[in-house]
């Protein structure tokens, strides 16, 4: 069963750099196909993919944010990193992590609030 | 302003079959395969729909989806007051090398 968990901060300040760790269990990004994706939603607003990390590392980003963005894969951990910096108020969002290219599972979320 | 285009909103009567709608282009739709999201109130998005047409595990066949050219839609029949949700279409595009998602249809159950 594949099962993934987002963590990190519910509050930055602007400017500040947000670091997110998505932990996941029941694949393995060591394996041939797999990937993690990281996909935010502001509120009341549309999903937004962000970035993919494949396991072959190779690594592919939104290309808005493509300066602010770096993804990275711990593979013994079982856990892919996000770090945004910069942060600023609209980039407050739910962040979701999610398995593979069809983002076939899903995390809970993790609400992030920018401000002052 | 999303790459791809949806109706901000539809709705039916429970029993009713209602037809959402997602529009993309050249580089997207058109040359990969759509997948569709169910969202709950409050909840993680939900694999509904992947390759165009193929429904996710355990997901009732009153959910079917096509594609043509640039669009794709999405079709739930039989309504049910437990399919009020947003739905999200999404697509790799090509041309962005990234992928796109769709603004949302909020789908209410009258």
């Known amino acids: 069963q594949i099962t993934l968990k987002e963590s990190g901060p519910t509050l930055v300040k602007p400017t500040q750099t947000l670091t997110l760790t998505c932990t996941f269990s029941g694949f393995s990004l060591s394996t041939n196909g797999e990937g993690v994706g990281w996909i935010r939603q502001p509120p009341g607003k549309a999903l937004e993919w962000l970035s993919l990390?494949?396991?072959?590392?190779?690594?592919r980003y939104r290309a808005s944010l493509k300066s602010r963005l770096t993804i990275t894969k711990d593979t013994s951990k079982n856990q892919v990193v996000l770090t945004m910096t910069n942060m600023d108020p609209a980039d407050t969002a739910t962040y979701y992590c999610?398995?593979?290219?069809?983002?076939?599972?899903w995390g809970q979320g993790t609400l992030v609030t920018v401000s002052s | 302003q999303s790459v791809l285009t949806q109706p901000p909103s539809a709705s039916g009567t429970p029993g009713q079959r209602v037809t959402i709608s997602c529009s993309g282009s050249s580089s997207n739709i058109a040359i990969t395969t759509v997948n569709w999201y169910q969202q709950l109130p409050g909840t993680a998005p939900k694999l509904l729909v992947y390759s165009n047409n193929q429904r996710s595990s355990g997901v009732p066949d009153r959910f079917s989806a096509s594609k043509s050219g640039t669009s794709a839609s999405l079709a739930i029949s039989d309504l049910q007051f437990d399919d009020e949700a947003q739905y999200s279409c999404a697509a790799w595009d090509d041309s962005l090398d990234g992928w796109v998602f769709g603004g949302g249809t909020k789908l209410t159950v009258l």
């Open positions: 990390i494949y396991w072959d590392n190779d690594k």
């Open positions: 999610a398995h593979n290219t069809d983002f076939d599972y």
